[in-house]
Structures are given as structure tokens and as C-alpha cells.
């Protein structure tokens, strides 16, 4: 039966190496020397360091350009509140999104049974299966999905015929 699967995942090598080169970009900008300005990746979260939130918003700006360099989508950023560290400096912590969460996957699945194609959704931990007859139903699952949930960068893998 042919499926496929809606999922929500970053690159997590490309992430990498953007927050890489966005660290290279502080260390060598004029503006950044001498200062506290920094950016660090642990796991799934990466966090910024700076005196101001001026500069935190600075460096959010540089990793949201490389980030868009490597083809990576902003949306999997999550941002976090500014926190007071030690003496003037500020941090910032960014999750990478990754997973469907449980409403989002909830709402996917009540939309494709809500759309009358013949096709069943079924949550799948992180993923959402979606299950037909027809090559062409699971398209237009495929199409409505996109349409309907903009906000969140969904990607269909394990397409099977």
C-alpha cells in the first residue's frame, strides 16, 4: 500500500556548520572585537552570548543568514527569552526544532480525514504516516498538508509505492 511520511527535521550537519561560520564571522568583524559576542551549539540548542541585546539580535542576524546560505529554514528556530548572566552580559538560547509535536500532528491527521480522500493518517512518534490506494491521493494529501500548515516546515520522506 503506498505511504509516505510528513515529518519536521533540520540538517543538523548544515546547522552546524552555519553556527561554525557565524563564530568564524564574530571573531573577524570589527564591531564584535573586543566584546563578548559569541555563539555556541550544544545538541539541539544554540545559544547567544553578547553585552546587549542589540548584539544578541546582531549575531541572530549573521546565523540567520547562514543558515538561509545553506538551505536550511529558519522556522526550525525556536527562540528563547534574553537572560541576564554575570556583570552587563546577556544570552539568548535558540532550540532547533525537530518532530511534529503532539497538537500539530493531531491537527494534520483530523484535516487529512476532514478532506474525504481515501487516504488514513496514522501519528507515528514524531512522524505522521500517511497511508492510500492511489499514488494521486497521497499527492493531494501531500498538496492540502502544505497548504493548510504554513508555519511549520514539514518534509514528506519514505515515500513508498
Known sequence: M????TVCEANLVEVKNAVENTAKEIGTRFDFKGTAAAIELKEKEITLIGDAEFQLSQVEDILRNQLTKRNVDVRFLDKGD??????????QVIKVRN????EVSKKIQRMVKDSKLKVQAAIQGDAVRVTGAKRDD???????????IADIPLSFNNFRD
Open 2 to 5: 503506498p505511504s509516505f511520511d
Open 82 to 91: 534574553v537572560q541576564k548572566m554575570g556583570g552587563d552580559k546577556v544570552k
Open 99 to 102: 518532530g511534529i509535536e503532539t
Open 138 to 148: 497521497l499527492q493531494a494529501a501531500m498538496a492540502l498538508i502544505k497548504k493548510d
